[in-house]
């Protein structure tokens, strides 16, 4: 009895081989794809938003990737103070390596996007994607679009040109005509930081602080209640994502290329009272109702074109898309024109003096 008793302590002793198990699914290996969960991009989309038009948004995205890396990379050489700032743009020109095909891939960057963004709300607008339930993409979209008119706005100071000392006497005097509305973009809202050293403080962080907030808004409710489309989704979105990577290629090639052959110059130091110059072409419509209305021009424009996107669901209330309201169409054409127009007649009038008027 002694014997077999030790004989299975001995047994029990020994070290016993480990079980073979049967790998089950939360042992399988994973690859890349699922731990970055990009099995999730395969959702399916209607075929129709592989053609251009459809793509005008995200093309306006790759723009405004283009513009925060290369916004990031000249912050580093910029002296946001009114006596470094002309300076230090003329710095990363003249001694930054490859800072002068920076600066003009940032501005040639600016440029695509402010017309892009142009052509998808007025695609948009002519598909009625603004209709119930997609308000608050089209909402979202419009915003979007001024954050980019304020971040052109805020860039164009920064140069401290004349023509960038110019649009910051504009700021300020139409800020004065509005209030305390405009306090904010005063130089008496504070004595401790210069204007010019606030407002790049909003040109670096705080609008695109919105602008990115705002992308991710829209881009969340695209996914979710999904693009204007009559047709089955069959198409799975990667194919979409392909396509639209081949073409944000291709539009870098093209701003790398105008950067190289076309990059923008810069003016002399600004001087402060002094009328010489116009606006950066953006903003030409603006400056081509100033030229009639004088200063209050720059505040009246702007409501009128902004404030009229913004109530665009609201007055197209009919979800029959048969029936589009022949009025709002052309009400839309008209300040459509008048928006192209201006920018065309800015270019051609005379400089004339705003401030005072």
């Known amino acids: 009895m002694a014997d077999h008793v030790h004989a299975e302590r001995a047994a029990e002793a020994r070290p016993h081989p480990a079980p073979t198990l049967t790998p089950g699914p939360e042992h399988r290996d994973v690859g890349i794809k699922e731990r ?3 099995n999730e991009l395969e959702y399916r989309i209607a075929p129709v938003a592989n053609r251009l038009p459809y793509m005008l948004g995200g093309l306006t995205f790759v723009g405004i990737i283009t513009l925060i890396f290369t916004g990031v990379l ?13 300076d230090s743009v003329v710095y990363i020109m003249s001694r930054v390596p490859m800072g002068n095909w920076l600066r003009g891939l940032h501005y040639w960057a600016a440029t695509i996007v402010l017309v892009s963004v142009v052509l998808h709300l007025v695609y948009v607008f002519w598909r009625r994607s603004y209709l119930r339930p997609r ?8 915003a979007l679009f001024l954050t980019i008119f304020a971040l052109a706005f805020t860039g164009s100071v920064l140069r401290a040109d004349q023509e960038g000392s110019e649009a910051l006497a504009h700021a300020v005097a139409g ?43 829209h881009f969340w409710l695209i996914r979710y209640l ?29 701003l790398g290329t105008l950067a190289a052959i076309v990059p923008p110059g810069i003016g002399f130091p600004g001087i402060e009272g002094v009328e010489v110059t116009k606006p950066f072409w953006p903003f030409l419509w603006i400056y081509a109702v100033e030229n009639t209305l004088g200063i209050w021009g720059m505040i009246l424009a702007p409501l009128v074109l ?24 052309t009400l839309a054409g008209l300040l459509l024109v008048l928006y192209v127009g201006g920018i065309v007649y800015g270019v051609f009038a005379p400089q004339m003096q705003h401030i005072g008027m």
């Open 135 to 142: 308000e608050v993409t089209w909402w979202a979209g419009v």
């Open 226 to 254: 999904g693009i204007h489309a009559h047709e089955p989704k069959t198409v799975p979105f990667t194919n979409h994502l392909r396509r639209l990577t081949g073409f944000g290629l291709l539009l870098f090639a093209i």
């Open 74 to 86: 000249m912050d580093q050489f910029y002296n946001p103070t009114p006596v470094g700032a002309h």
């Open 36 to 38: 970055l969960a990009l």
């Open 306 to 329: 902004f404030g009229f996107l913004f109530i665009v669901p609201l007055l197209d209330r009919s979800y029959d898309e048969s029936r589009r309201p022949r009025w709002l169409v």
């Open 175 to 217: 800020a004065q005509l509005v209030g305390a509305l405009g306090t904010p973009l005063t130089p008496a809202f504070t004595r401790s930081a210069p204007l010019l050293a606030r407002l790049h403080n909003a040109h670096v962080s705080l609008l695109p602080i919105v602008l990115l907030a705002l992308v991710g808004l």
